[in-house]
């Protein structure tokens, strides 16, 4: 074995070195090849190199082959697998069918395996007999000469060449990697690399428990660690011609062109590839993007990756470092990890991981708001020694980082994301131009985001609802490590669980770590569960209050006799901060304990008549509610908030039906339009049909009136889209009359322009409607064909929901979308096939497709479809001057496909890697004069430019927001 350790880099990663380390070598003139085929060669050079040495250089024209071997099972295996790996390479460019180009003067071949160097019978000497043989066998290749560099000959390379190793660093460095960084580090980052060490062995503990990983135990006094509970989530790619290529992370088929993986391990082995710009190809997607739904385990998966490289960093001796509460934490993670499969990394970078909202908050508390600052804060924080921004820069230069940035969806004022996305982007910038290995891995809800993380940057997974093994594996564990000491009562819930997911509308309830965390612990309790979210959450709050009301306690009897007073504690905190996060300048996620206790006391003096007794009181009710309900809890000493977003959206959502039922409706729809409440209100509208039955009419008709209220409602039909959700819920499953209603109303968006977001979700839960209620799929096929006898963008959007449900596993829905879709082709028109042409589900081509695919005949941008829409000169504002402007830099292709039948009909693309919400459009977020422009430009588009009409109606969402969301919190009479 060598001074490194090269097993750790993977194939690719070991091709990736084989380049560097050629060009160091033979000099810049070799040409290096991409991932994918290459054949037969990683590298190239043509002409004279500086190799092997002086006076005896090659000249002429040589390849560089790598091969590596996963594991090596000793010198002698060794040998022999590598001959027979370079007798195939060697008998593949004799071979005359063969598609390699000329033959090489020149071999190199690279190898992490180790040859010996006895002479005549050593490994060296017999793969240099070999090569020679072949030479002598096959005059016609004229090859003048070879080289092998096996493991000890790269190592030694490594040692010359000082840039190659530290780029590799993560990957090869052998052993106890934190013992060694003082190897890799220069002397003026020796004390830097020490406090980094540190700050890894305490987020190591600090990160060992999830945040509801009890589930209510907490007034047990129970902590759940993460890693017994961990598991591994599903996520999708986007559309793509072919699956990805992947070591480690598994690859499922979902439909054609349509692939998943497990969100970890495609994360973990994304970051075992070296990703400094010096490495990476121009447009290359170094970060990824993970999008997904309330208490879909966003967070948590962040946190399981940053614990998954601190495992790695101490691996093989690292644990010398720490306490022993630190060795077993960490013996524990790597049993856990092993448990579910999830290897540890190859890279060991170092792990960083900023909730975003509270970084919105020190950039809104008027702090220095570069990031790079917070995280050298971060690191500062608990330390007894003091980093500097400097000390930090330096590190990132010389070690690969995990940036994990959770949660940008709660970071809610367009205003304040735009500063905190403005601080990551020079952040980025700055770890660019210094050359750092950085992966970011951002999260974030689907709902309100728009496309704010560079897609040029930034790969995007979604993670899939939860299907029905991966919610009982999750319960499984859940269930073990709950009950360890009580195998009945884990049989017991494991198989209600079991139960439950057989049954299909309870089944819709285990789509999320989160609804299956709530529903485990109901099954503690009860033998059936709700069936909506509302009444999930409802019955988990009961559960749990039941719970400490059955302990014969001071506390027990204090929470039977205040019901009323505690409910309303929650309900206020939930409305609070739920107003706060909808509001500029707003983000906290708690309230200060002293305003809180104030508020409780103000409605405590009302009943008793007595300060003194309605201080003590709102004391005692809010410690009780804070240390054994565990729903609301003191994150900072002097503050009360939810540790879990979900319920705080909860206890909105009960607020927003309570007070006087005249108010209710018209306070939903006043909140319909706004991402910052949306999952409160589906949560409130799911609460309506159970608990105020006679209000249900009322609310789906407030759905159609917010739609038809104006042009811009018209065209977002933001009740539609709620209607969609409402039916994704499952709310009107045991109401067929409603739940035709609610299908009605959400197959109005079949008939609107196309929107990538909105129609594949329609197309996904129309379909799930369309096989359960036969009512309902009519309605949903009616409405499909009238789409598809339009003439423009609503074509379009029909064809992508026939796609969709082309796969779908539904026989009847399989078998109309079948034939709708051959008899619609059989009778569109030129310009109609032509304008169809660039799309596969309604995602915009990348340049390789539009190469390949389409001739372009010109390049404009945005700006030029809203010049004859703009008023006079005199007339425009400056906001819309600079919202034109911006849309300069937005990209527009006016193509022809290559196909011969359509090379007659021109159609417009859009660029779409660009994000829509640059600083003017941000800036004209309510401008009267922009939106109008957008409704302008979506109405002129015809079919062949429906790709324009689709980026218009994105920045209308944008635009338009100012205008469709109440500027006022909702009052609740009663709790706010």
């Not at 019978?121 to 560099?149: H, M």
């Not at 709102?618 to 609301?632: F, G, K, Q, S």
């Not at 729809?669 to 006679?694: D, V």
Request: net charge negative; with cysteine.
């Amino acid at each position: 074995m060598g001074d490194y350790d090269l097993t750790r880099l993977g194939s690719r990663e070991f091709e990736h070195l084989s380049q560097a380390l050629s060009k160091c070598a033979l000099g810049p003139g070799v040409s290096v090849f991409g991932d994918g085929k290459d054949g037969g060669r990683e590298a190239t050079f043509e002409g004279a190199v500086s190799y092997p040495y002086a006076g005896d250089e090659w000249n002429g024209y040589g390849v560089v082959q790598a091969k590596f071997k996963q594991r090596s099972a000793g010198v002698s295996s060794s040998t022999e697998w590598l001959e027979r790996q370079i007798k195939a390479e060697l008998n593949e460019w004799l071979r005359p069918e063969s598609k390699r180009e000329r033959l090489p003067e020149y071999l190199l071949f690279t190898t992490n395996v180790p040859l010996s160097a006895v002479p005549d019978t050593g490994g060296i000497a017999r793969v240099n007999r070999l090569i020679a043989a072949y030479r002598e066998q096959n005059p016609q290749w004229k090859l003048k000469g070879w080289s092998v560099w096996h493991e000890e000959e790269i190592c030694r390379l490594l040692d010359c060449y000082d840039g190659v190793r530290r780029a590799y660093a993560h990957f090869v460095t052998p052993g106890d990697v934190l013992s060694r960084l003082m190897d890799t580090v220069s002397d003026a980052d020796r004390e830097t690399a020490e406090l980094i060490r540190a700050h890894v062995g305490r987020e190591l503990l600090a990160d060992q428990y999830v945040r509801l990983g009890e589930s209510g135990a907490q007034g047990d006094n129970q902590r759940m660690r993460l890693g017994p509970v961990a598991v591994d989530l599903r996520t999708s790619f986007g559309p793509r011609d072919c699956p990805p290529s992947l070591d480690r992370a598994p690859v499922y088929e979902e439909a054609s062109g349509l692939y998943a993986t497990r969100a970890a391990a495609y994360i973990l082995e994304r970051g075992d590839t070296v990703l400094r710009p010096s490495h990476q190809g121009a447009g290359e997607q170094r970060h990824i993007l993970l999008i997904g739904g309330p208490g879909q385990g966003k967070s948590t998966l962040g946190q399981l990756v940053c614990q998954a490289y601190r495992a790695a960093l101490m691996e093989e001796g690292g644990e010398q470092l720490l306490t022993a509460e630190a060795r077993m934490a960490l013996e524990a993670l790597r049993e856990d990890l092993a448990a579910i499969g999830l290897h540890l990394p190859n890279g060991r970078r170092w792990p960083v991981r900023v909730a975003l909202n509270d970084y919105a908050n020190a950039v809104l508390g008027g702090e220095d708001v570069s990031l790079l600052r917070y995280l050298v804060n971060k690191v500062n924080r608990r330390a007894s020694e003091r980093v500097t921004g400097a000390h930090l820069k330096r590190w990132l230069r010389t070690w690969p980082c995990v940036l994990v940035l959770d949660g940008l969806d709660e970071v809610a004022s367009p205003h304040t994301r735009e500063d905190v996305l403005s601080a990551i982007s020079d952040f980025l910038l700055e770890a660019r131009q210094i050359d750092a290995d950085l992966l970011v891995v951002a999260t974030t809800r689907p709902q309100g985001y728009k496309g704010e993380f560079h897609s040029g940057d930034y790969e995007t997974l979604t993670l899939a609802p939860m299907d029905a093994s991966d919610a009982l594996q999750y319960a499984e564990r859940l269930a073990t490590a709950r009950h360890s000491d009580d195998p009945e009562m884990r049989e017991t819930v494991l198989a209600r669980v079991e139960q439950a997911a057989r049954e299909d509308a309870t089944a819709r309830l285990m789509r999320s770590p989160l609804q299956v965390t709530i529903m485990s612990l109901l099954m503690e309790r009860r033998a059936r569960i709700p069936q909506n979210r509302y009444e999930l959450f409802t019955a988990y709050y009961d559960t749990i209050y039941a719970r400490e009301v059955d302990k014969p306690t001071s506390t027990g009897q204090l929470l039977a006799d205040h019901r009323f007073h505690i409910d309303w504690l929650h309900q206020y905190v939930g409305l609070l901060l739920q107003s706060r996060a909808a509001q500029d300048n707003e983000l906290d996620a708690v309230v200060e304990e002293n305003d809180l206790r104030e508020r409780a006391q103000e409605r405590l003096l009302k009943e008793t008549d007595d300060p003194d007794q309605a201080e003590a009181l709102a004391r005692r009710l809010i410690d009780a509610a804070t240390d054994r309900l565990v729903l609301l809890v003191a994150p900072d000493a002097g503050y009360v908030g939810f540790e879990v977003r979900s319920l705080q959206e909860y206890m909105g959502a009960r607020a927003l039906i309570s007070g006087p039922e005249i108010d209710i409706v018209p306070r939903l729809e006043s909140l319909a339009s706004s991402s910052s409440w949306r999952n409160a209100w589906l949560l409130a509208a799911a609460g309506i049909f159970p608990t105020k039955p006679h209000l249900r009419g009322d609310l789906l008709n407030a759905l159609r009136a917010l739609d038809s209220r104006d042009e811009i409602t018209m065209t977002l039909m933001p009740g539609a889209r709620l209607a969609l959700d409402l039916l994704d819920e499952g709310v009107t499953r045991q109401h067929p009359r409603f739940h035709n209603l609610l299908v009605d109303h959400a197959t109005a968006l079949i008939g609107q322009v196309p929107r990538p977001n909105v129609h594949h979700h329609c197309a996904r839960t129309l379909l799930d409607a369309a096989a359960h209620h036969q009512q309902a799929r009519t309605r949903i096929e009616h409405a499909l064909k009238d789409a598809l006898s339009a003439r423009d963008g609503r074509l379009v959007t029909a064809l992508n929901v026939l796609s969709d449900w082309q796969q779908s596993k539904h026989g009847l829905t399989r078998s109309f979308a079948d034939r709708m879709w051959a008899a619609t082709m059989a009778r569109l028109s030129l310009e109609e096939h032509a304008a169809i042409s660039p799309v596969t589900q309604l995602e915009y081509p990348d340049h390789q497709q539009l190469q390949q695919d389409f001739v372009v005949v010109e390049q404009t941008s945005l700006a030029n479809f809203v010049q004859s829409h703009l008023p006079e000169p005199h007339a425009q504002t400056a906001v819309v001057a600079e919202f034109v402007s911006g849309l300069n830099d937005h990209p527009v292709f006016r193509v022809r496909p290559k196909a011969r039948a359509l090379q007659s009909v021109d159609v417009t693309i859009v660029e779409g890697s660009l994000p829509l919400d640059t600083h003017g459009a941000v800036r004209a977020m309510g401008d009267p004069q922009a939106v109008q422009l957008c409704l302008d430009v979506i109405r002129a588009q015809p079919i062949t430019a429906w790709h324009v009409a689709t980026a218009f109606i994105q920045l209308l969402d944008l635009l338009a927001y100012p205008v469709l969301v109440s500027s006022t919190s909702p009052s609740v009479e009663g709790i706010s």
